[in-house]
């Protein structure tokens, strides 16, 4: 198994200026050769590798199989883990199995329902909320009795959003009060709301009991930027991304050069410790964007 204690998420934001994630790319047909060749491919560009559960509504492999796969390979991988299709005694399961396995990362949601498309329709289990769940493995890190070497970076996600006056964030607190220790926003290209967003949890004090990082999407494509406008309705994709994508004589260095822009501009928000690449374009396009960006000195 990999050694990871020169390599942590954890270290790295404790230690670097920006840090930088990465979704793993999963599908049905995953297997281990593939997630393999991705972390050859992401490991020396980022500090962990995040593993969604069900992403965008496609039934894969077990995020606990996949981060395991990483962690053989040297990787810290950030374990999703949703709330909707388990009950609690399985979710504590997954996460007493993952700390067994030394993943020190985990990433607490609400999760999705799958699309209609699927049938039959598995049935939402929602026995415990988010915020419950956190609080668990929060006791689950304070429980002497429990064996393993590992704690868990817990980690919750977010919506940036325009804000309204004298907002309180009660979500966000929330969650930072049940354990959450990092925060992490879903896809926001327009940086003057994520900016004031930021700072709002700056204002709050939040920030002095956690790390924030922003996501972030690579589009190989005009259709690949479609496609996230089209299937994720919480994320808006300007039309200028878009147009520029269209009009590139070389759409996917334009793709890799759209997403470091904005890295460079991510890595001077007040607050933000870092940011992730969601999984729309290969492991290389990620890697040409973050290189590209300079925000890793690289």
């Not at 709330?83 to 999760?111: E, F, S, W």
């Not at 668990?136 to 919506?159: P, Y």
């Not at 327009?190 to 967003?197: F, I, N, P, T």
């Not at 890595?267 to 992730?276: H, K």
Request: net charge negative; aromatic share 4%.
């Amino acid at each position: 198994m990999g050694d990871l204690d020169s390599k942590t998420l954890l270290d790295a934001l404790r230690g670097r200026d920006f840090v930088m994630t990465a979704e793993l790319s999963l599908a049905p047909g995953s297997h281990v050769e593939e997630i393999t060749e991705q972390a050859k491919a992401l490991r020396s560009h980022v500090d962990a590798i995040q593993v969604t559960e069900n992403q965008y509504g496609a039934l894969h492999m077990s995020p606990l199989a996949a981060a395991s796969i990483l962690l053989a390979e040297g990787v810290d991988p950030i374990m999703q883990i949703s709330v909707c299709n388990r009950n609690r005694a399985a979710l504590i399961g997954d996460l007493l199995g993952a700390r067994a396995l030394g993943i020190r990362n985990v990433q607490l949601v609400q999760g999705k329902k799958m699309p209609d498309s699927y049938q039959p329709q598995p049935t939402q289990v929602k026995d415990i909320d988010v915020e419950e769940l956190i609080a668990t493995t929060k006791l689950i890190n304070e429980d002497s009795e429990l064996s393993g070497s590992v704690d868990f970076l817990i980690g919750a996600v977010v919506r940036a959003r325009i804000l309204k006056q004298d907002e309180k964030m009660p979500m966000v607190i929330g969650k930072v009060d049940a354990g959450a220790q990092l925060l992490q926003t879903q896809v926001c290209f327009d940086l003057d709301v994520l900016r004031k967003y930021v700072a709002k949890i700056v204002s709050l004090k939040l920030i002095q009991r956690c790390s924030v990082i922003a996501d972030i999407a690579v589009f190989e494509s005009a259709e690949s930027a479609r496609w996230l406008r089209d299937n994720l309705p919480h994320i808006s994709v300007p039309n200028t991304i878009i147009r520029r994508l269209e009009r590139a004589d070389n759409p996917e260095q334009e793709g890799a050069d759209i997403c470091a822009e904005y890295l460079r501009e991510l890595a001077e928000i007040p607050g933000l410790s870092g940011a992730n690449l969601i999984s729309i374009g290969s492991p290389t396009m990620k890697v040409k964007a973050i290189v590209s960006s300079g925000v890793r000195g690289e």
